[in-house]
Nanobody
Framework: QVQLAETGGGLVQPGGSLSLSCTAS????????MGWYRQAPGKERELVAT???????NYADSVKGRFTISRDNAKNTVYLQMNNLNPEDTAVYYC??????????????????WGQGTQVTVSS
């Protein structure tokens, strides 16, 4: 019922910047927390940043001061601005969202969804 679509991945040089976006669509009643996670080859998936509907943010220590997460509640969209990228940032970045969904006039239920992932590669 709820789908996440990610855009913005690509190849950048060390020190460069990249911006990701993720839009939730479908039978969304309201979105709650949204965030970004990443998984590099041979590593576990890790939290990058999260943001609540009210705007409270949380960042992994490795990205503090370099990445900025933001959201547009009206568009059910979350963004990740990544600056001063380094090769260790290379990973598949996954969008996450949870909240409440409703199909038409049916019952309201909770949801949590993952995006399909977008590749970010930092290399010279």
């Amino acid at each position: 019922q709820v789908q996440l679509a990610e855009t913005g991945g690509g190849l950048v040089q060390p020190g460069g910047s990249l911006s990701l976006s993720c839009t939730a669509s479908g039978s969304i009643f309201t979105s709650n927390a949204m965030g970004w996670y990443r998984q590099a080859p041979g590593k576990e998936r890790e939290l990058v940043a999260t943001i609540t509907r009210g705007g409270s943010t949380n960042y992994a220590d490795s990205v503090k001061g370099r990445f900025t997460i933001s959201r547009d509640n009206a568009k059910n969209t979350v963004y990740l601005q990544m600056n001063n990228l380094n090769p260790e940032d290379t990973a598949v970045y996954y969008c996450y969202a949870d909240g409440l969904q409703r199909n038409g006039l049916g019952p309201i239920s909770r949801f949590d969804r993952w995006g399909q992932g977008t590749q970010v590669t930092v290399s010279s």
